[in-house]
């Protein structure tokens, strides 16, 4: 309590992760007595949070937006929050009438102590939840609590308005009183606690939601194996779930209608491959205006390694082009390539036509972009097919078209020389797997899963990013706070990067040793690693994977650990068993104290030589 009103205190206004955004929400909720729609805002509340970031020097290391408080339109705080279900910020509204009066400095503040309380019940969940999975280690239970309260960015994180402080502590409860009815008999008040606290996180975040829905799938799923005692009805049940796998594949996904690497940004579950003779093979892709038989705008990025050799060159970029319904007309090719955008706006007849223009690529250009692009339709409708879609280096524009090797459109020759289309799949043939629209077209990580399904299938284009993503993962859970603008020195990375390394080898060796002793017989716990395990995955995977939909183009958001803070307590328990694991029992008690000793040296360094510099000098 007493580091997290430090924090509090310390961290000026509107310095955590989208915190004026945040505390909107608050105030909506505590001033309008209503639960606000997205959308809504109120002009004299955003004119008072602008005011008071300008005041206390919130934009001091950015261009400071020019704010005009005489304007009918709201100034800018920054993304809205009114997406994300309520229940925490309904929480920290209960305490806002005591500042009603007061400037929003103070009501700001006394929403970080409402998330400070409730930063203890996370404290509080990791001992109860940790006493329950190993109650004859009297030490662990304190020194996976003292973990979690003491690692800097979690404490920063629970002296903020965000909602993953409310993720955090729903999740952790759930946990908690869901591997406790495990422990011993379950009851109907139990069973009552642990759908209510599974109702909780489901209206708090997608974070806590998704470790909820895990852990009653496999809560669920255990309790049925295990009253199967014949092995043939275990059977039938596994059985049964490979053909429940089975339906949702067919239900769900489609094959034969996705091109292979080429994305919609509209109705991305639309089909944008037709299968039609055409000058290429059998396949062209597809454009549609005012229709819903393709989507009406088609891009593909560059892998990195393929785009940033293009740097200062000029490149031409062209396609086959044909209208096969709708009357002729405009379609926009362009290249963009992170700082700038050249395009050229085409007429595109009902014979096929070759269309090209030359662009030069910006010298320090991540990669590039190639997009095709209808026109928003006014009545009626279009569809356009292309074909031969291609970019290759220097300017070949005024030549005749190019004569493609093969029908894959892979390379040719062009104006007397050969070339490499730079272009995956230009001509359409090789496809990918799509999704239905009933689950394509929900937002996940705010795109939408078809998009992101398609970055994340395209590991060749995207698969570099895992490293970085996973050391980001890791620097922040340790020592990155703030907007992620405040960091340690990149020499204490690297032993803590190394104590994490040797806290999952830890874990994994107890795991080995617990099987080799026959710990498997128990079913509880068991059932106990399997829910812990599944809240892991769920919570750190989905932390990997929102670094998709990846778009070097467009800038790539890192995530950070805070979108796994909903695991917090189970990631800091497995650090701290397999610590221990790694530790001679004899020296335990002296390495709890030395663990104890570090944990608060990393606090005051981040204290005093990264966070009380940067904001007071």
Known sequence: LVRGLLYLVVFPPWQHYDEPTHFEYVRLIAEQARLPQEGDYDLEMRREIAASMRETGFWADLDSPAIDFWSATPPDIGMTELVHPPLYYMLLAVLQPLAAHQGVGLQLYLARLASVLLGLVVVTSAYGLTAEVFPQRQMLPAAVA??????????????????????????????????????????????????????????????????????????????????????????????????????????????????????????????????????????????????????????????????????????????????????????????????????????????WQFHAFAAEVAPGAPTVTFQVSLPASEGGHRVVLLDGLVLAEGDLVGSPPPKFDSVAATSGSWSGQTFENLLRNGSAEAVWPGLRAWIGEVKLFRYPVTFVFHSMWDLERTGWVYGPDLLMLAESFWGRLGWNHLALPDLYFLPLLLLTLAGIAGAALALLRWFKQGGSSEPSRSHVLAILGAALLVGWGGAVLRIHPVLATSGILWPVARYAVAVVAPTAMLLVVGWAALVPRGWMGQTAWVGLLALIALDAVVLWTVVLPYYYG
């Open 146 to 351: 003292a973990v979690v309260a003491l690692v800097p960015p979690f404490v920063a994180l629970t002296s903020s308005v965000n909602n993953d402080v409310g993720a955090a502590a729903a999740a952790s409860l759930f946990l908690w009183v869901t591997v406790r009815m495990l422990r011993r008999s379950p009851s109907l008040w139990r069973w009552a606690l642990v759908l209510l606290l599974a109702g909780a996180c489901f209206a708090t975040k997608s974070t806590a939601s998704l470790v909820a829905v895990a852990v009653l799938l496999v809560l669920g799923g255990g309790y049925l194996y295990r009253a199967m005692v014949a092995p043939k009805a275990r059977r039938w049940f596994c059985l049964g779930l490979v053909l429940l796998g089975l339906v949702f594949l067919v239900a769900a996904f489609t094959w034969g209608g996705q091109a292979a690497f080429w994305e919609g940004r509209e109705r991305t579950s639309d089909p944008n491959r037709l299968a039609t003779d055409t000058l290429l093979g059998r396949s062209a892709l597809v454009l549609a205006a005012g229709d819903d038989r393709g989507p009406r705008v088609l891009f593909q990025e560059l892998a990195p390694a393929s785009g940033q050799r293009l740097q200062g060159r000029i490149v031409t970029l062209g396609a086959w082009l044909r209208t096969v319904e709708g009357p002729d007309g405009p379609l926009v090719l362009s290249l963009a390539d992170g700082s700038d955008l050249d395009w050229r706006q085409v007429q595109v007849g009902s014979d």
